[in-house]
């Protein structure tokens, strides 16, 4: 098992950054691929961004490229998403997920955080 706990949402405007963290517990987090997704209001969960195991390849939605960036710290067990520019279609809650990279746009999540709130005012 593995719990994921998000941290660092929060207010922004338009424009500026905002980092996110995800801390694992349970199991070491080496084992997963690791990403984040978010969901809008009246929206569906959709994919933000994933990283591999070692952390040397990473997928990003188009929606943030260039804007966004995913690290991870295996040895502090923790994945980063670091955002800037932000825009205000950026608002969403972001879950944490640890899983696998089957292909480009293929994740399996096995494992979700509980999310943390993003509002970007404009």
């Known amino acids: 098992q593995v719990q994921l706990v998000e941290s660092g949402g929060g207010l922004v405007q338009a424009g500026g950054s905002l980092s996110l963290s995800c801390a694992g517990s349970g199991r070491a987090l080496e084992r997963y691929a690791m990403g984040w997704f978010r969901q809008a209001p009246g929206k569906d969960r959709e994919f933000v961004t994933f990283i591999n195991f070692s952390g040397g390849t990473t997928y990003y939605a188009d929606s943030v490229k260039g804007r966004f960036a995913i690290s991870r710290d295996n040895a502090k067990n923790t994945v980063y998403l670091q955002m800037n520019s932000l825009k205000f279609e950026d608002t969403a809650i972001y879950f944490c997920?640890?899983?696998?990279?089957?292909?480009?746009?293929?994740?399996?999540?096995?494992?979700w955080g509980q999310g943390t709130r993003v509002t970007v005012s404009s």
């Open positions: 997920a640890a899983g696998t990279i089957e292909a480009v746009g293929d994740y399996n999540v096995y494992y």
